[in-house]
């Protein structure tokens, strides 16, 4: 069993704290912060919280995101590469002292440091060409093969290096809600609700890049 105790994240958010691997210094390991999971749950309205936790598991729901019947269908089909081609690598769960981890590929900057996220790299950079082309080869990707995400957010997302090409990789946020994943079964359907996720993306970063005047909740509505 892993121990962790010793280590200091090397980046956390406000539901898990991210490890470098003690032992495979090439991948991570996500654990989940169970005192955030109480605080969301206690603050649910009533009926949600007839729903239970689960739901709450953020490590739960990103082993749910990977079973999704694209991504199982390219592996099946022998797609590796085109599956990993904007996403970090799963391994699936790791048992640690301090709970079930998640244990996937550390993405790397040139220098081969934890992977920049793609919202501190706006805020430095703001929208350049680099960005602009990332952007479009992670969304032409996105259209490719039909894998669903959540809502396209620039600090879930980070630029790595791989194979000594820089890209940017999903890193939290895969999967979608239970009522879109069923639907996503029509193509058209699935190709609309990608769509959107893109444009909002780009608004998202419209906002980001623009000074954040106004709450992003009146920002991003299509």
Known sequence: MIDLSNQTPFASGSNRHCYRHPSYPDRCLKVIRPDNIEARYHRQPTLKKLLGKKRLNDNLQEIEAHEQTVIQHLLMQGQDDVVWAHLPRFYGQTVTVQGPANESEFLTNPEGGAAETFEHYLARAGFDETAEALVQEFTDWLQRT????????????VL?????????????????????????????????????????FYKRIEWETSGREEPWELSQKL
Do not use: C, M, Q
């Open 160 to 200: 790595g290096v791989r194979n000594e090409k820089l890209r940017l990789f999903l890193v939290d946020g895969l999967g979608a809600p239970l009522i879109p994943s069923l639907l996503s079964t029509n193509r058209n359907w699935r190709l609309h609700y990608i769509d959107r996720r893109i444009r909002r």
């Open 146 to 157: 039909g894998i669903l995400t959540r809502n396209l957010l620039p600090h879930n997302l």
